[in-house]
């Protein structure tokens, strides 16, 4: 039973499927049958799902009649979740849709979307009042998510996805206690949530701080071995560099490892700059912009944060009318950039355009702001397919050069990084690029830029087949990002770690294993660009490779790579003129870290289904990434060697 401000029926799928009426009584759903289809269109989440998808996902052999028993489920289910609805009337929540059905409901009518909106709420909240908002999120848990259709396939997907985030709020609500001195209240939990999940460092980790700070140092030293085994035991691994400098730093009791009141340090100075600095000040715009800097960084709600604000103090530049500030405001923020897909492309064009209209406005003579500028204009370009972000990036270095100024050719490398995918098989020049970065870096002490060009060159080096050259320089990553706490990194060096895996032979189940725990860290990290689709697409890309079909449900997101998915998608399910005309519409890939991997899965659909046309747009396309890694130079994910999909477009043999 849950209380519920809407009107209209409440839904739980944290457990068993059921259903509330406005009085909070459990609603009658019928039989098995009827929660299954009530369960699959809460999956769908508002999508419409056909009648014969819930046929196919009810039955593996469907009955005869099998299409009317549906119908009947959705009309027993209308009467029982709206019993009050006059004859005649549509209903409010099942909603015929086309061919099939849509559930319809209030963002708080499902306590899986509930749970959701908590956690999201509590990234950007205080200690204290995630610590409240974590433990009314994790209470609306009644068991597993959708239990008694645990072993379907459609909904396995769904049932991850909130188990891990279930995990992750366990582990947010333990360093919410440690945040605000509860050590010893996360204790139990804690140990409990390892006990569980021994493959949890981030638990671990929790655990360990936990017991020292409640003046057990030798219980937590005991919890950091225990965990080195059983990782050992359980994965054949060895614990990440938060564990490990978690150890030294106990053995020599470091005092940063103290309670230390951030929150409250933050506020009193907070209040202090809003005593002395006087709103919508130049002074204060231009601290602003090193606020949303840092925050951006520090990743997560922060760096979502910052992309929210960012326009909004640009726009409030260029209402003073000082172009010069503007310049500053919108250089200045110098984030470094290491993914090619914007996380929100209409803020970036819009951040160009201003960009633009600084630049034509700037005096002669100010070539540093012109710089940034410049560098701005390519980092936010970048995925853009005209030549201008080529031509500003070349632009910023020269003069970087020029000025012999490290931080602004630093920023215009970056931007340099960004544009260096205008074609396939640049990844010599790219890995040039990180070079130069980390030698600039570690001659002025540019400490983030430094683990940019260190991820560079392993994202170049993967492309180029030299895995333990690129290996070396993500240990690096996660020695320099520990140092200066850029969690962002470890998102793309656990990545590295499975492409590898996938790219060196393992198992196809298990490299899909180690994709699927590698997805884990996206959540919640403040790069949508990054997150969406690139899951299913990496376990294509593996599957393509080694020859495997495409299996996958109906609830899979492909994100903007769904043109790349759905021939492959059709070839699967032996629908071939259907794959052939998703081949003949395939577009051109974006000109990205993910191009070349696109091409190939567009050489392997076009040489299943014979499309000579195609064949020969992909052919061209790879031609010049002959001796790289498919996909590789993501540090994502890999499709196999370029030359494996440059023979078989040779071969005239196909499918029809």
């Known amino acids: 039973m849950r209380d519920h401000t809407f009107e209209g029926p409440a839904f739980g799928v944290l457990g068993p499927v059921v259903a509330w009426n406005q ?26 799902v056909p009648v014969d998808v819930i046929v196919d996902d009810l039955w593996v052999d469907p009955p005869a009649g099998a299409t009317s028993a549906i119908r009947t489920f959705v009309s027993a289910l209308r009467r029982a979740l709206e019993p009050d609805r006059a004859p005649r009337t549509k209903s409010k929540v099942i909603v015929t849709e086309g061919p099939g059905y849509a559930f319809h409901a209030a963002p708080d009518a499902v306590d899986a979307w509930e749970f959701e909106r908590l956690v999201r709420e509590a990234a950007d909240s205080t200690s204290a009042q995630a610590l409240e908002l974590l433990r009314t999120a994790l209470q609306l848990w009644r068991g597993p998510a959708y239990a008694e259709f645990a072993d379907e396939p459609w909904v396995r997907t769904e049932r991850s996805r909130l188990e891990e985030l279930r995990l992750t709020a366990v582990e947010r609500l333990a360093s919410a206690q440690l945040d605000l001195g509860r050590a010893a209240e996360a204790i139990p939990d804690l140990d409990a949530h390892v006990t569980e999940h021994p493959w949890r460092e981030e638990g671990w980790r929790l655990l360990a701080l936990a017991l020292y700070r409640s003046d057990r140092q030798g219980d937590a030293l005991a919890v950091l071995r225990r965990a080195r085994r059983l990782l050992a035991e359980e994965l054949g691994i060895d614990p990440g560099p938060r564990l490990n400098d978690l150890e030294s730093d106990i053995l020599r009791r470091e005092t940063h490892l103290d309670l230390v009141g951030a929150e ?35 990743g997560g709600s922060g760096l979502e944060t910052a992309r929210n604000q960012r326009l909004t103090v640009i726009g409030a530049a260029e209402q003073l009318d000082d172009v010069e500030l503007t310049a500053r405001i919108i250089g200045n923020y110098d984030v470094p950039g290491i993914w090619t897909r914007s996380d929100d492309p209409r803020q970036a064009a819009r951040i160009v355009e201003a960009a633009q209209r600084t630049l034509d406005r700037l005096p002669d003579g100010n070539e540093p702001a012109r710089a940034r500028l410049l560098a701005t204009i390519a980092l936010e370009s970048r995925g853009v397919s005209d030549h201008r972000g080529l031509e500003c990036a070349r632009a910023a270095v020269q003069i970087g050069r020029a000025l012999d100024d490290p931080g602004l050719l630093a920023f215009a490398l970056n931007g340099l990084f960004m544009q260096t995918f205008w074609t396939t098989g640049l990844a010599s020049e790219r890995d040039g690029i990180g070079r130069e970065l980390v030698d600039l870096s570690v001659r002025h002490g540019l400490a983030t830029f430094e683990i940019l060009g260190h991820l560079i060159r392993m994202q170049a080096l993967g492309a180029l087949g030299q895995f ?3 290996e070396l320089h993500a240990e690096t990553v996660d020695r320099l990002a520990g140092r200066h706490e850029r969690p962002l990194a470890a ?70 790579y769904e043109p790349w998915a759905r021939p492959h998608l059709f070839l699967a399910h032996g629908e071939v003129n259907e794959a052939a005309q998703a081949v003949d519409a395939l577009p051109d890939p974006p000109k990205d870290l993910l191009s070349e991997a696109l091409w190939c899965l567009t050489a392997a659909a076009a040489t299943a289904v014979g499309d000579s046309r195609v064949k020969e747009r992909a052919r061209a396309a790879l031609l010049s990434a002959a001796s790289e890694i498919a996909g590789a130079g993501s540090g994502m994910l890999t499709a196999g060697p370029v030359s494996h999909y440059l023979a078989n477009l040779g071969q005239t043999e196909t499918i029809r």
């Open 264 to 298: 409250q340090i933050f506020t009193q100075v907070s209040a202090a700059y809003d005593r002395t600095v006087e709103a919508g000040s130049k002074s204060r715009l231009e601290s602003t912009v090193g606020l949303l800097r840092s925050l951006a960084v520090a």
């Open 468 to 470: 333990a050259a690129a």
């Open 491 to 560: 998102v793309f060096t656990t990545w590295f770690r499975a492409m590898r895996t996938a790219a060196t032979g393992a198992d196809a189940a298990h490299c899909e294993k180690l994709y699927e725990a590698a997805a884990a860290n996206l959540y919640d990290s403040g790069m949508p660009g990054l997150e969406d689709g690139i899951l299913p697409l990496a376990i294509l890309s593996l599957r393509v490779w080694r020859g495997l079909p495409a299996r996958f449900d109906a609830t899979t997101q492909w994100g903007p």
């Open 23 to 48: 009085s909070s009584h459990q609603i009658d759903l019928k039989g098995p049958r009827h929660r299954a289809v009530l369960a699959r269109l809460i999956v769908a989440r508002g999508r419409v």
